[in-house]
């Protein structure tokens, strides 16, 4: 390469000079500017070299050439690719890392949803390199004033700009964009203790009536249904009221296997003899955190009704591997099923649901607050539901009326005549 370098400079005062043979730098007007023709994009690269000197134009075509070169050899193309091929090739990254058990399935179609109203904001033809850090400056008034009825809560648009610059870090290393991420607008600090924030969750009344409810709704001969939709009211029903009893997530129970479920006497003094206690084991490949965990509870006998249903016989065991929420063991229920079926279930309970964002996600959070207010610490809550301590107590903490009060009361007590009395320690 050198010695048709060294040709091209002996070659006279042309207003073209050939750099490694297939590049020209050649005069245009006072300035020089460099070109290239690409087979692979069909197109030729140009680009000024901001300079009038001849012997620094031929030192910048050339850095600018290898430069080029080394990108072509990588893979990379000079053209900019658009925003929508950037999501693609960043979400067939992300599903290497689901296929690696680096992270679950829910997680990618979070990021694929985040991801996807991201494109309704940019554009999904606008060209990565086009975009500098500004460019997502007013994300958080597209989400909420320009979704509507749609608009999304604060804390779905922090997670939703993390996922943004996330994918644009990964492009920026592989030289699709020219930043490594967008400098969002500064969004007013959430207050956690604000009940207007909190997560919504169930009260003991409500669970208690849906599972009235649900004795009404799975009823074959008064509500005259047919075998199949008896058999999808029933996985729906026992799904939620598993739900509430378990506090497992919504990937960890649509993937639970029966052969991650089993049944153990306790011997319980408080009970007066033995109790059933159901064992669940959660595997590391279905947990959101990638961990595995084990745990106990008492379900009233849920699980084996729902076993009956698919297995008149009774034995977890011949099913093995099945999933246990569904009808075949093969595809378990899906999410928009079990929000149909959770519809009905709410109409029929009459659970009040002003100012409630109640969702099928809340029996998680039901089940996490009855455990706290019941008196267990928040590491052994944190335990059994494949969570830390700090986010426990960041989430659920302030959220109970019975917590504050039982706290506003410590070391103390409540005459008959309605006065506070100190105890003694």
Known sequence: MDQDYDADLDAGDGEEIRIFNDAIIYRRGEHWQFRLWLKRENKYARKSLNTRNRATAIERGRDFYLELYANLKQGKTYFSIDAKKGVEMYLVHRQRD?????????????????LKNWLDFIHRDTKLTELDRGACEDYFHFRVAGARSHAARQTTIVNEQASINAMMSWLFKRGETRVDGFDFRRLPRLDKHDESVRRSTFEAEDVAAIRAAVVGYCDKKADRIDLTEWRQRSLASHYFLVASVTGLRTGEQLQLRWSDVSWVQHRSARHGGNVEMV??????????????????????????????????????GRLGDGLVFSVDGIKPIS??????????????????????????????????????????SYGQVAEMCGTSIAQIERTYYHLNDRLRMTHALAGYEVDEAGLVVTVAG
């Open 98 to 114: 689901v296929d690696a058990k680096l992270i679950v399935k829910g997680r990618l179609a979070t990021i694929r949803a985040h």
């Open 335 to 376: 999410k928009r099923a079990l929000f149909y079926h959770f519809e009905k279930l709410m109409t029929l309970a009459r659970v009040d649901r002003t100012g409630r964002q109640l969702v099928p996600y809340s029996f998680r959070h039901f089940f996490i607050t009855e455990r706290i207010t019941g008196g267990l």
């Open 279 to 316: 064992c669940i084991r959660v595997r590391a490949e279905t947990s959101k955190v990638r961990t595995s965990r084990r745990f106990y509870c008492r379900d009233g006998g849920l699980l084996r009704s729902w076993l009956r249903i698919v297995s008149p016989e009774g034995d977890a």
